[in-house]
């Protein structure tokens, strides 16, 4: 009676470890890469760092030769995503890359960013005007800019005749003109 005891407990552990071997197969993988094989340089400075090469791709750290470029890094662990950046990431840079809809506060300010993208309904996303570098305000009638903090890439900002409180176009990184006639 020991000894089919004994039988069975034997039986059931290997099947247990059979099967979690088996179950286990999918999450793991190993592979053959060949460690500092490569010998890295930005702009003429050795990387002193680690690298893996791996079926015909090196690997770095990405920290590293971001910084070397003179980038700034980040991580955002909501969305598991690196951030290389021109300007220092901050938690309102992490904030900055949700896409989120634009609220408006002037109705023909929204007419011209939605003719600007050809997007004639819907909501317009932070995504829809990242691309957006110049806005000539001198043909419309504008009273607010709020919405424009989300253009994050412009650099040109005509207001023409407008008067409006600048106060949304502070925050804005790339701005280097805001011209008025």
Known sequence: MKRE????VVGVIVTVLLTS???????TKTIQVV?????LEVNGTKVNA???LYE?????????VAEMLGKHVGWNAETNTAIISDTPITQSNKEDNKDVAIVFGDEDFEKYIRLLIDKPKGPIMKSDVKH????DLSSIKVSSLKGIEH????????????IVNLEPTK???????????
Not at 5 to 8: W, Y
């Open 5 to 8: 005891l004994k039988g069975f």
């Open 21 to 27: 071997t088996a179950l286990a197969e999918p999450v």
């Open 35 to 39: 460690f500092n094989k490569i010998k």
């Open 50 to 52: 680690d690298n893996i």
């Open 56 to 64: 015909g791709t090196t690997y770095v750290p990405l920290r590293k």
């Open 132 to 135: 957006i570098k110049s806005i």
């Open 151 to 162: 253009f994050t890439n412009l650099r040109m900002l005509n207001l023409g005749k407008n």
């Open 171 to 181: 925050k804005l990184p790339n701005l280097q003109m805001i011209m008025r006639n």
